[in-house]
């Protein structure tokens, strides 16, 4: 899975509850996969190829090209 550049944000591990009508819950393993982009950005002042995810692309932490 791809990293953000900038934050280093990458998949995460969480757990998935089911609620029933019996007061057991089931408990499965999931990932949360970070809303990772390719984009062309401008890095060390030449236009490159970089994985950056969402936030960091809407709060101009990565210059675009």
């Known amino acids: 899975m791809a990293k953000c550049v900038v934050c280093d944000k990458s ?5 998935r509850i089911s ?3 019996s007061q ?3 408990r ?3 990932k949360q996969k970070g809303n990772i982009r ?3 950005a401008i890095v060390d002042g ?3 190829r970089v994985n950056a995810c969402a936030s960091c692309l ?3 932490a990565v210059e675009r090209a």
């Not at 998949?11 to 757990?15: L, N």
């Open 46 to 48: 030449t236009p490159m």
């Open 24 to 26: 057991v819950s089931r």
């Open 28 to 30: 499965a393993k999931r």
């Open 19 to 21: 609620i029933t009508r």
């Open 11 to 15: 998949v995460t591990s969480a757990r």
């Open 38 to 40: 390719k984009v062309r």
């Open 58 to 60: 809407r709060n101009g």
